[in-house]
């Protein structure tokens, strides 16, 4: 019988060989030809976590960035993995960049019961096995993590209303893992997204004791027929409810 530990371990362990078979691929490719290393990165990650997954647990299903994202058959499941092989694809393929990841979620009975965000650029993995310790805010201000590349208008909007600083980080995996190692205090994203993208973090902030929830304070859900997340916030949880009031204000209708 399966337990919730071998859960927690087996997030951890193949994220984590993900992360490192990636790494060997980005020796192997070099950064002349970035198009070759992303797609290489995003197929052979995605054949090795659902082959694993297929044999290990076998009565499971997946949903993967890179796979059938409207299998009927997730729907009906209890058990459903969620995986983003390659999460930073164009973070991947820079030279030097870190901010990238590979992320491993099960979500059972309705709720995300084990995850796993491995950073292997950053030789860390960071798990709901043994979550991290958040770490405590001081002082006034406090920064959240945005896109590289298409920072959300109305964050910058929040970020002045509520006396923040913005950090532009890659990954969506990053950026959350920024938020629970202490880099950045709180990552506000609307603008498009899908399950994979966040549920895995989105599990290990949890664990940790961290605030997750969408841009409105509603409960993440996850194994949806439409597999789009277009928002989530995601802090330190003394500093939800500012974050959660600036949103509402932004909102409201003038």
């Not at 950090?167 to 205090?185: M, R």
């Not at 859900?221 to 974050?243: E, G, K, R, W």
Request: hydrophobic content about 40%; overall charge negative; some cysteine.
């Amino acid at each position: 019988m399966k337990t919730i530990r071998d859960d927690h371990a087996l997030a951890e362990d193949l994220a984590t060989e993900a992360g490192e078979k990636l790494l060997r691929l980005r020796a192997r490719y070099g950064f002349d030809d970035p198009k070759a290393l992303k797609d290489a990165g995003d197929r052979e990650s995605h054949r090795f976590l659902t082959e694993s997954l297929e044999r290990l647990r076998p009565s499971d299903s997946v949903l993967s960035e890179e796979g059938d994202r409207f299998d009927p058959k997730r729907l009906a499941a209890s058990r459903v993995w969620i995986v983003d092989p390659l999460d930073g694809t164009r973070e991947f393929g820079e030279a030097g960049r870190s901010d990238w990841a590979v992320h491993v979620a099960l979500w059972e009975d309705g709720r995300l019961a084990a995850g796993a965000v491995a950073l292997p650029a950053q030789g860390r993995t960071l798990g709901t096995g043994k979550p991290p310790v958040l770490p405590r805010h001081e002082g006034p201000r406090f920064r959240i993590a945005v896109s590289r590349t298409r920072p959300p208008e109305f964050v910058q909007k929040l970020a002045y209303l509520v006396g923040a600083d913005l950090v532009p980080i890659g990954s969506a995996g990053a950026k959350i893992c920024a938020v629970l190692t202490g880099e950045v205090e709180a990552y506000v994203h609307a603008g498009g997204q899908y399950e994979w993208d966040s549920a895995a973090p989105a599990a290990v902030a949890l664990a940790a004791g961290a605030h997750a929830s969408r841009i409105d304070g509603a409960t993440l859900t996850y194994n949806q027929a439409d597999p789009s997340l277009p928002d989530i916030l995601v802090s330190l949880p003394d500093l939800a409810p500012t974050l959660l009031a600036g949103i509402r204000d932004l909102h409201r209708p003038v």
